[in-house]
């Protein structure tokens, strides 16, 4: 079971660069049968699927369905697009989401073509504020608890900042490492109550500035505002905790076949009659996504109005094992 824990950007672009390979050439669906890079299991080695992100359908998008495309990155989830400075690629599509609704969409790097010295990296990153273990609710919560929380090695470059960005708010916050002489610039916006972050790194400052520049020429859907309820357009409306006897007029528990004693975040959206039309698995086994999809299908909610008008609504809940939440400072708590 992947860990439940909030990754840094450093410490993504490591776990990212040594899980990506094993993910590629898992593409085909984890057998390897279509793959002629793949190497042989050693003999009496039994290869078995673990928890992995699926939905109960293949239309609805979901934050890791995005993919570069045209020298641009396309999420349609998120209503993103983002240019890739020129002769930058993505080699490696990211790993899942972890039980923690973390998300690694998108790592973009110089080709091994590109001429010039200079090399940085770009990750587009999601957290998901439904099953984040942090004490936080919005961008500015998340950045500022990501900066109390920077090892002493680092060199804060510039504090939490308030930005726009392509008509957007943003987050930006600067860090560097002196030893490595590294540079990360974090900007991070609100969607769909997800962070949607961008983390640009280079040992060249003036390269991780123009990527900053960069990011104006994007593309997101109408600002979403850090507003529990808020929704942009046909989006529905994002409401966390929905799931409550108040408002769950009908449920059925899954039955569940096999114990795997792991965490599962599951995000749905409710139709406007308050039936489930669409099922989202962070993390399952195959057997916990069909005995859960074929329970929720059967629930039912109190349909969520919106000024008098019945409005869809995206929510999350967990079913089996909670994950151990990060306790918030207690009242006064001052960090060093």
Same mark, same amino acid.
């Given at each position: 079971?992947? =860990?439940?824990?909030?990754?840094?950007?450093?410490?993504?672009?490591?776990?990212?660069?040594?899980?990506?390979?094993?993910?590629?050439?898992?593409?085909?669906?984890?057998?390897?049968?279509? +793959?002629?890079?793949?190497?042989?299991?050693? %003999?009496?080695?039994?290869?078995?699927?673990?928890?992995?992100?699926?939905?109960?359908?293949?239309?609805?998008?979901?934050?890791?369905?995005?993919?570069?495309?045209?020298?641009?990155?396309? +999420?349609?989830?998120?209503? =993103?697009?983002?240019?890739?400075?020129?002769?930058?690629?993505?080699?490696?599509?990211?790993?899942?989401?972890?039980?923690?609704?973390?998300?690694?969409?998108?790592?973009?790097?110089?080709?091994?073509?590109?001429?010039?010295?200079?090399?940085?990296?770009?990750?587009?990153?999601?957290?998901? =504020?439904?099953?984040?273990?942090?004490?936080?609710? +919005?961008?500015?919560?998340?950045? +500022?608890?990501?900066?109390?929380?920077?090892?002493?090695?680092?060199?804060?470059?510039?504090?939490?900042?308030?930005? &726009?960005?392509?008509?957007?708010? @943003?987050? &930006?916050?600067?860090?560097?490492?002196?030893?490595?002489?590294?540079?990360?610039?974090?900007?991070? %916006?609100?969607? &769909?109550?997800?962070?949607?972050?961008?983390?640009?790194?280079?040992?060249?400052?003036?390269?991780?500035?123009?990527?900053?520049?960069?990011?104006?020429?994007?593309?997101?859907?109408?600002?979403?505002?850090?507003?529990?309820?808020?929704?942009?357009?046909?989006?529905?409306?994002?409401?966390?905790?929905?799931? %409550?006897?108040?408002?769950?007029?009908?449920?059925?528990?899954?039955?569940?076949?096999? &114990?795997?004693?792991?965490?599962?975040?599951?995000?749905?959206?409710?139709?406007?009659?308050?039936?489930?039309?669409?099922?989202?698995?962070?993390?399952? @086994?195959?057997?916990?996504?069909?005995?859960?999809?074929?329970?929720?299908?059967?629930?039912?909610?109190?349909?969520?109005?919106?000024? !008098?008008?019945?409005?869809?609504?995206? %929510? !999350?809940?967990?079913?089996?094992?909670?994950?151990?939440?990060?306790?918030?400072?207690?009242?006064?708590?001052?960090?060093?």
């Amino acid at each position: 079971m992947r =860990l439940a824990v909030l990754r840094f950007p450093l410490l993504v672009t490591l776990a990212a660069s040594l899980l990506l390979p094993v993910h590629a050439a898992a593409q085909d669906g984890g057998d390897f049968s279509h +793959n002629p890079d793949a190497q042989k299991l050693p %003999t009496n080695v039994i290869l078995l699927k673990g928890a992995w992100s699926s939905a109960s359908d293949s239309s609805t998008p979901i934050p890791e369905s995005g993919k570069v495309a045209e020298s641009a990155y396309h +999420n349609d989830y998120f209503g =993103l697009r983002y240019a890739l400075h020129p002769g930058w690629l993505e080699k490696y599509a990211g790993p899942p989401p972890s039980d923690s609704g973390y998300y690694v969409l998108a790592q973009l790097r110089p080709a091994d073509t590109s001429k010039g010295a200079t090399r940085g990296s770009v990750l587009i990153v999601a957290q998901d =504020l439904f099953f984040t273990p942090v004490p936080a609710s +919005n961008a500015p919560e998340l950045i +500022n608890y990501a900066q109390s929380h920077l090892q002493a090695d680092y060199k804060v470059e510039r504090p939490p900042t308030e930005i &726009r960005v392509a008509g957007h708010s @943003f987050v &930006r916050f600067d860090y560097g490492s002196p030893v490595a002489e590294l540079h990360w610039s974090v900007l991070a %916006t609100q969607v &769909r109550c997800h962070v949607l972050e961008f983390v640009f790194s280079s040992r060249d400052s003036t390269l991780v500035e123009n990527l900053v520049q960069d990011l104006d020429q994007m593309k997101l859907p109408l600002e979403p505002g850090a507003t529990p309820g808020a929704s942009s357009g046909d989006l529905p409306i994002c409401i966390k905790d929905y799931a %409550t006897e108040e408002n769950v007029v009908e449920r059925v528990d899954p039955v569940f076949t096999e &114990r795997h004693f792991n965490s599962i975040p599951v995000r749905i959206i409710v139709d406007k009659d308050g039936r489930v039309k669409h099922i989202h698995f962070l993390s399952a @086994f195959p057997e916990q996504a069909k005995a859960i999809a074929d329970a929720l299908f059967r629930w039912r909610f109190r349909p969520y109005l919106r000024d !008098g008008q019945p409005v869809e609504v995206e %929510t !999350g809940l967990w079913f089996g094992q909670m994950p151990r939440r990060v306790a918030a400072p207690s009242a006064g708590a001052v960090n060093e």
